[in-house]
């Protein structure tokens, strides 16, 4: 069954809905009337005398050229291929799905001038599981994701490339195959399908979903963390958290405090503890992760707001009557909101790779052998697992360094400031998932830490996530080839399994 799409008033959540699970959408029926409305406008325009951007007139720098009325498809078709100019890897194909989806919602809000058999098109091969192959480099995030957007366009006129059921063909093939027929563009439809930020936003999107679910794991294995290093929870204490004020913070201690409830571990040192502080990583963990939650929910909103925009550009003012050139398809908003989003991750990372060292370090880590290994000397146990974490959490604060800085005069000078949304977006996958083998390798430790405490019980919902994790990582009890579980680890993290597992309501959505 498709989802039925509101323009302007889509929620995050269903888009994500969507995008996990492979739906088709298509518009709400009730938009059609000013979709064609706008249409009719830009074709009224492409006939007449005056010069109207995109419409009858050449591109960019090319703006001054006049284009005549017999010229308009060549124009709009000419626009398409000579933008496939994207390199680099096929972004993967959900992500594409979801960059369709992005369109479809922008031309929906009837500003754009397409005709109702463009919308219908991208509809169709939503439903038809039509996927075009989009090269992941290639856009600066103004003037649109041009190259990206225009790879999916080609298809749409029967150029270009896209996979359709488990083969990569020619556009044209692909449509065929489907039962689907290329449609020809008419004034100014080349344009608002290359014009428009949804390449950035949905990576972006793809991101920050990533980053919800790695927040939700952090609190899950610093729970873990802290039981194994015997930590105080006295730091979680909701009057402390309350004080300060910040949603997140108080949000995730609450979580913690949730998932530690009852543990014999905690209880057996609650009194008489020498330590009077553990380390930050310990002490401050709900300040540092519940920070980054906040970030990532100020992020969600402004790619909320971005996802049912029209950036296209000229824009179709029908009430108006008008065709009104602007930017919207800068993407400035799309490229901060990346930039946040790359700064949580970042530091969900780095304080998780310390608690990993935390407790790999036998002089820190309150009585645990060395290297989490029954027999260390013989067996360097989780000593190198440990260094993963650091080069990952290296590599990921390199990663972080704002791409919204950046800027780089184009197409000769025309587009003289650009945002980098698309790489500052596209980053974020990279990003997400060096955190998630951090956090499995965590919880590898975790659990570990945790086993060493015996006849001492963690927590209910604890013990349930370690039931979880060995289910597909056993524990470690002499040196073996670590790789598959490190994967096996980061794969549970990044599917949300352990943070389900726990089956306690961490409540971060509803901040």
């Known amino acids: 069954m498709s989802a039925v799409l509101q323009p302007g008033a889509v929620r995050l959540a269903e888009l994500e ?100 058999g463009t919308v219908r098109l991208i509809e169709d ?3 038809a599981d039509v996927v075009p192959v989009v090269p992941d480099q290639g856009s600066v995030g103004a003037s649109g994701d041009l190259a990206p957007l225009a790879h999916l366009a080609a298809v749409m006129i029967g150029e270009g490339e896209a996979w359709f059921d488990g083969a990569r063909l020619s556009g044209a093939e692909a449509l065929e195959r489907a039962g689907l027929r290329p449609i020809v563009l008419g004034p100014k439809e080349g344009l608002a ?20 679910r790695n927040a939700a794991g952090c609190i899950v294995t610093a729970g873990l963390s802290t039981d194994a290093i015997m930590g105080s929870t006295a730091p ?55 920070a980054a939650i906040d970030l990532l929910r100020r992020a969600g909103e402004v790619l909320e707001i971005e996802a049912n925009a029209v950036t296209d550009n000229p824009l179709v003012l029908v009430e108006e009557g008008r065709i009104v050139s602007g930017g919207n ?9 990346a930039d946040q989003i790359a700064m949580a991750i970042a530091e969900l990372g780095a304080i998780a790779q310390r608690r990993v060292a935390l407790m790999v370090d036998p002089s820190l880590s309150f009585d645990l052998p060395p290297f989490l290994t029954p027999e260390p000397g013989l067996n360097s146990g989780l000593m190198i697992a440990e260094v993963t974490t650091a080069a ?22 025309q587009e003289d400031h650009v945002s980098m949304a698309a790489h500052a977006a596209r980053r974020l996958m990279r990003m ?12 590898i430790c975790g659990a570990q830490g945790i086993g060493f405490r015996a006849p001492l019980k963690t ?8 039931d979880r994790l060995r289910q597909a990582v056993p524990a470690l009890e002499a040196d073996r080839y670590l790789a598959p579980d490190l994967q096996a680890a980061a794969d549970l993290i990044a599917g949300g399994d352990l943070v389900r597992a726990a089956d306690v309501d961490l409540q971060l959505e509803a901040l």
Not at 194 to 203: D, K, L, M, R
Not at 432 to 443: F, Q
């Open 193 to 212: 399908l290359i014009n428009g930020t949804q390449f950035s936003t949905a990576c972006a999107l793809v991101g920050l979903w990533g980053a919800w």
């Open 17 to 116: 809905a969507i995008w996990r699970g492979g739906l088709p959408a298509r518009l709400d029926p009730s938009v059609k009337p000013q979709v064609e409305a706008a249409c009719d406008l830009v074709r009224r325009a492409a006939e007449g005398e005056a010069a109207v951007y995109g419409v009858n007139t050449g591109f960019g720098k090319l703006a001054s050229v006049k284009i005549p009325p017999e010229q308009t498809e060549a124009l709009q078709r000419n626009l398409i291929l000579s933008h496939c100019c994207g390199v680099g890897q096929p972004l993967d194909a959900p992500t594409v799905r979801l960059m369709m989806v992005l369109k479809l919602m922008s031309l929906g809000r009837g500003a754009s001038g397409v005709a109702w």
């Open 125 to 127: 091969m939503l439903e």
């Open 432 to 443: 997400n998932a060096n955190l998630n083998t951090i956090l499995g390798v965590e919880a």
């Open 236 to 290: 979680l204490v909701e009057a402390i958290h309350t004080l300060r004020g910040h949603p997140g913070q108080i949000a995730a201690a609450r979580a913690q405090r949730d998932l530690m409830a009852g543990s014999e571990i905690r209880e057996s040192h609650r009194e008489g503890d020498s330590r009077v502080q553990d380390p930050y990583c310990i002490r401050c963990q709900a300040q540092v992760s519940g």
């Open 329 to 337: 398809f800068h993407a400035e908003p799309v490229g901060f909101a």
């Open 392 to 413: 990952l959490m290296s590599e990921n604060k390199h990663l972080a360094n704002p791409c919204t800085t950046d800027s780089t005069p184009t197409s000769a000078n």
């Open 459 to 466: 927590s209910v919902p604890l013990q349930k996530v370690i």
